[in-house]
């Protein structure tokens, strides 16, 4: 059962119901869209500044539609991003059941940094 209330929790004694706990991904979605921070001119410099953008907004797991609610750019301008990012090594994809979502790499995280 995912909660966003914890770490990996078993119940596995009475009187609880059998039950694996663990964190849900994809939490930060309830509290809304997180606002991308200015600066980082040299990273926008080197991958351009939308890339820079969606770079940033994967501070957070996200799926395609989630930028595009986010950042207010088209569903093709953010997968052609997405698929370069991840071409480049900065971002990974995770499908679960229908959705696919994205986040960064350990190097897209440190070029992401301010």
């Not at 040299?42 to 799926?63: I, Y």
């Not at 595009?68 to 370069?84: D, F, I, K, P, R």
């Amino acid at each position: 059962m995912p909660t966003m209330f914890g770490t990996l929790i078993s119940y596995v004694e009475p009187p609880w119901p059998y039950a694996l706990v663990y964190p849900a991904r994809g939490i930060a979605d309830l509290l809304g869209p997180v606002a991308c921070t200015p600066g980082g001119e040299a990273l926008s410099r080197l991958v351009g500044p939308r890339r820079a953008d969606v770079l940033r907004a994967l501070a957070v797991p996200a799926t395609t539609t989630q930028l595009v609610a986010q950042l207010g750019l088209s569903l093709g301008t953010v997968g052609s991003h997405l698929a370069v990012l991840r071409d480049a090594g900065l971002v990974t994809r995770t499908r679960t059941g229908r959705a696919v979502r994205y986040e960064h790499t350990p190097l897209g995280a440190a070029l992401a940094a301010d």
